[in-house]
């Protein structure tokens, strides 16, 4: 199946007593679905993933998944380091409706590469759904080497890769390849691979959907969008992205700890960014 090529990793919203806003929630997947996105990643990265129970987590999947117009996709986020609770919250994602699981790379135990195969193995036994690898070693330690992509894709079920270390970018046999940084997405296109999950899409959707619609156009736009790339890795995934849907007058309340809100000077550097595109 076709996942989409403009996925957009949704934030999290919460109420001012911290507890996640399903309103806004909902209202912003709306947005999302208006505003070039063919489907969203919920309760990855930029979802605060690492700070919801699984309550939250899940019930955000099942929202994600009855507000989804036909056509669009979801793909729950339900990586852990603990194969037995990603083989779990996969397999609840699964009974939810969700369309795609995105799988992280176990994170802090550092598995060896017979861990890897038996890690993902176990979590594409638990759904009938595609599964997206996510190989980010900025935040997980361990990177997934291309050798090894290649061999994870020999397990069925493991369809894709969101590939968040630039380094590695290059096809896959056997896997679709998604660009996990926002200035990876024009290189992933040009090699023909199926597209991106984004961040920058919240504010910029319909120009990076121009980017796929449009290839003629794709480095002009790309590189008029370099700059809001830029502004959104000024601090940590999402405290810049929650204040850039502030200063566009859609808010999404504050961030969970340890995690604190945009500075000063990180909120000027976003909004300097958005008025160069014209949206302040």
């Known amino acids: 199946m076709s996942l989409g090529a403009v996925l957009t990793a949704i934030v999290t919203p919460f109420t001012p007593d911290g507890a996640v806003d399903e309103k806004t929630f909902v209202d912003l997947m709306g947005h999302l679905y208006a505003n070039g996105s063919d489907g969203l990643v919920v309760c990855g990265t930029t979802g605060e993933a690492s700070t919801l129970s699984t309550e939250e987590h899940l019930r955000l999947v099942e929202l994600a998944v009855e507000h989804r117009p036909a056509g ?56 009938d759904k595609p599964v997206v690898l996510y190989n980010i070693p900025s935040r997980c330690v361990v990177d997934l080497p291309n050798e090894l992509l290649a061999e994870l894709a020999q397990i069925e079920r493991i369809d894709y890769v969101k590939q968040a270390n630039n380094a590695n970018l290059a096809p896959i046999d056997g896997l679709g390849i998604y660009a996990g940084n926002d200035d990876l997405f024009g290189s992933v296109l040009e090699m023909g691979g199926c597209g991106g999950i984004l961040v920058a899409s919240h504010v910029v959707g319909n120009e990076m959907r121009r980017m796929v619609d449009e290839p003629d156009q794709r480095a002009e736009i790309e590189a008029s969008l370099k700059p809001v790339f830029d502004a959104l890795g000024v601090t940590t995934n999402p405290i810049p992205i929650k204040a850039a849907l502030d200063l566009l007058g859609r808010p999404v309340g504050g961030l969970r700890l340890p995690l604190l809100e945009a500075d000063e000077h990180e909120r000027d ?12």
């Open 269 to 280: 550097v976003v909004a300097s960014a958005l008025r160069g595109v014209g949206l302040l």
């Open 72 to 127: 669009r996709t979801i793909v729950a986020s339900t990586g852990s380091n603990d194969t037995r609770h990603a083989c779990e919250m996969t397999e609840r994602a699964t009974e939810l409706g969700a369309d795609a699981i995105l799988s992280v790379t176990p994170y802090y135990n550092k598995p060896n590469r017979r861990g890897m195969l038996a890690h993902f193995g176990a979590v594409a036994r638990a759904t």
